[in-house]
């Protein structure tokens, strides 16, 4: 997408184809007038599955509607516009003109490729911005948030799909971490084990072809430790303090050869004071047979992390287990809409692309079989 959804490029590669401060508010209602209009609104840039997903949490909230959508291909929008129960929301190709409509809030679900031109967009624009992850996919897109971040207006949100940061159980987690209840923290290590979750569709047009299909390229999506696995890298990020001075590892391709992308990989990682992180992911293991989340091990005990649940191990026999309520994600918007009508600002640009960059350190160690390390491959 070049200067607009219709011209979609990334160096020319389609052509026509295709954060601190207050919010100063009296009261929302005394804002926007009546209890009808008062509702924060949102656009969605890219209406395809996560980004539908996104906006009908968002317009199930009572506090909130969705009114404009933006993308490529009319059928993703019918079919968004349902799954979202939008009512005659007004539609866009062109993604520059639906920021500059009048919607308060954006939701950014395009491919991983395009988010950083078009979070620094939405900066420029002035919107409250929720950027699904990554954010992006090589590190010249994310210094690029970085930048964007820093010049973002301090009244606006800015958040990012790293949903375990807002996940009530990641939050416990973390916080019984830092009281030192399970002692000094020795070991962590990340896991995400699956199936395949991509399903190629063939299109006549090579180039849409492409676009629609991005996940099976590595320049569209990042490949997979970037697309997907920056989840848990961001929790190592955050429950850890820190970032990683340097990473091996190998991947490769046993199962999934007609793509362009690894189907698993193992790293280590090796972050401030000794402390080192293994990592393990593959898109190869049958459905019903996987496990996806974080483990921290300290001196008295472990705690065990996922999207689910939070598991503190202090011992034989003695294990608490607190469940998950309700998909992460939710909490996320909850949050995110909040803080949009209270002024409670947060801006993680910057956070969230050192976990992406973290993600890409990972994928150099990989791609090139050799030990990367932040000064010398990422240079942030």
């Given at each position: 997408?070049?200067?607009?959804?219709?011209?979609?490029?990334?160096?020319?590669?389609?052509?026509?184809?295709?954060?601190?401060?207050?919010?100063?508010?009296?009261?929302?209602q005394a804002v926007r007038?009546?209890?009808?209009?008062?509702?924060?609104?949102?656009?969605?840039?890219?209406?395809?599955?996560?980004?539908?997903?996104?906006?009908?949490?968002?317009?199930?909230?009572?506090?909130?509607?969705?009114?404009?959508?933006?993308?490529?291909?009319?059928?993703?929008?019918?079919?968004?516009?349902?799954?979202?129960?939008?009512?005659?929301?007004?539609?866009?190709?062109?993604?520059?003109?639906?920021?500059?409509?009048?919607?308060?809030?954006?939701?950014?679900?395009?491919?991983?490729?395009?988010?950083?031109?078009?979070?620094?967009?939405?900066?420029?624009?002035?919107?409250?911005?929720?950027?699904?992850?990554?954010?992006?996919?090589?590190?010249?897109?994310?210094?690029?948030?970085?930048?964007?971040?820093?010049?973002?207006?301090?009244?606006?949100?800015?958040?990012?799909?790293?949903?375990?940061?807002?996940?009530?159980?990641?939050?416990?987690?973390?916080?019984?971490?830092?009281?030192?209840?399970?002692?000094?923290?020795?070991?962590?290590?990340?896991?995400?084990?699956?199936?395949?979750?991509?399903?190629?569709?063939?299109?006549?047009?090579?180039?849409?072809?492409?676009?629609?299909?991005?996940?099976?390229?590595?320049?569209?999506?990042?490949?997979?430790i970037v697309e997907q696995?920056?989840?848990?890298?961001?929790?190592?990020?955050?429950?850890?303090?820190?970032?990683?001075?340097?990473?091996?590892?190998?991947?490769?391709?046993?199962?999934?050869?007609?793509?362009?992308?690894?189907?698993?990989?193992?790293?280590?990682?090796?972050?401030?004071?000794?402390?080192?992180?293994?990592?393990?992911?593959?898109?190869?293991?049958?459905?019903?047979?996987?496990?996806?989340?974080?483990?921290?091990?300290?001196?008295?005990?472990?705690?065990?992390?996922?999207?689910?649940?939070?598991?503190?191990?202090?011992?034989?026999?003695?294990?608490?287990?607190?469940?998950?309520?309700?998909?992460?994600?939710?909490?996320?918007?909850?949050?995110?809409?909040?803080?949009?009508?209270?002024?409670?600002?947060?801006?993680?640009?910057?956070?969230?692309?050192?976990?992406?960059?973290?993600?890409?350190?990972?994928?150099?160690?990989?791609?090139?079989?050799?030990?990367?390390?932040?000064?010398?491959?990422?240079?942030?």
């Amino acid at each position: 997408m070049a200067r607009d959804l219709k011209a979609v490029s990334r160096r020319g590669f389609f052509q026509r184809t295709t954060a601190a401060g207050a919010f100063t508010i009296v009261g929302v209602q005394a804002v926007r007038g009546t209890q009808a209009n008062s509702k924060v609104t949102f656009g969605l840039i890219g209406t395809g599955n996560r980004g539908s997903y996104d906006a009908s949490i968002a317009n199930a909230d009572p506090r909130a509607q969705v009114t404009a959508l933006c993308d490529l291909f009319d059928d993703r929008i019918e079919t968004a516009t349902q799954k979202i129960k939008a009512v005659n929301p007004k539609v866009y190709k062109d993604y520059e003109k639906l920021l500059a409509s009048d919607v308060d809030a954006v939701i950014i679900a395009t491919p991983p490729f395009e988010h950083p031109r078009m979070l620094e967009a939405a900066v420029q624009a002035r919107k409250h911005i929720y950027c699904e992850k990554p954010m992006g996919v090589d590190v010249a897109g994310c210094k690029k948030v970085i930048a964007a971040g820093r010049k973002a207006d301090p009244k606006k949100c800015l958040t990012t799909g790293y949903q375990q940061r807002y996940g009530p159980v990641y939050l416990e987690a973390y916080k019984r971490i830092q009281e030192g209840q399970i002692g000094e923290l020795v070991n962590a290590r990340g896991y995400w084990i699956s199936n395949d979750p991509f399903k190629r569709v063939p299109y006549d047009d090579p180039k849409i072809d492409k676009l629609r299909n991005w996940f099976c390229y590595r320049e569209l999506s990042g490949d997979f430790i970037v697309e997907q696995d920056c989840h848990n890298i961001d929790v190592l990020h955050w429950f850890l303090g820190n970032r990683p001075t340097r990473a091996v590892g190998y991947g490769g391709r046993k199962v999934r050869t007609t793509m362009d992308l690894m189907d698993h990989l193992s790293l280590c990682f090796e972050f401030p004071g000794g402390l080192h992180v293994n990592f393990e992911a593959n898109q190869l293991t049958p459905p019903g047979c996987g496990r996806v989340g974080e483990e921290f091990t300290g001196t008295k005990g472990v705690i065990l992390t996922s999207r689910s649940r939070m598991t503190h191990m202090r011992g034989p026999g003695k294990q608490e287990v607190i469940p998950a309520k309700r998909d992460i994600t939710i909490d996320a918007f909850e949050l995110f809409i909040s803080r949009v009508i209270k002024g409670e600002v947060e801006n993680v640009a910057e956070r969230s692309a050192i976990s992406t960059l973290t993600a890409i350190l990972g994928r150099t160690a990989l791609y090139t079989q050799r030990e990367a390390t932040w000064k010398g491959d990422i240079g942030v």
